[in-house]
């Protein structure tokens, strides 16, 4: 299983971006994703997660805000993000849950900051 994101970077408030995560090695379909941050000193806290079904649930901190949503032809997961905040910066990560096993991606960055 490898996940690998990207999409991270600086943004003002108030700006958008589109964190992908391009998975491999098992059959992405068919199985739950989500995404995960971790600011520093923080412990990882869920953000937003979709079945294989497309059923979507969300953080309240980030309900409205972002839409997380998936490609299976691609076999990539997609974060987007609207009216970002500064406490939105974090490490965010990429999450593949297989029949509860969990595996990570290495994360990418996102700071929000004028």
């Known amino acids: 299983v490898q996940l690998v994101e990207s999409g991270g970077g600086l943004v003002q408030p108030g700006g958008s971006l589109r964190l992908s995560c391009a998975a491999s090695?098992?059959?992405?379909?068919?199985?739950?994703m989500g995404w995960y941050r971790q600011a520093p000193g923080n412990q990882r806290d869920w953000v937003a997660s979709i079945s294989s079904s497309s059923s979507t649930n969300y953080a309240d901190s980030v309900k409205g805000r972002f839409t997380i949503s998936r490609d299976n032809a691609k076999n990539t997961l997609y974060l987007q993000m609207n009216s970002l905040k500064p406490e939105d910066t974090a490490v965010f990560y990429c999450?593949?849950?297989?029949?509860?096993?969990?595996?990570w991606g290495r994360g990418t960055q996102v700071t929000v900051s004028s």
């Open positions: 090695g098992f059959t992405f379909s068919n199985y739950p």
């Open positions: 999450n593949a849950n297989l029949w509860g096993l969990q595996y």
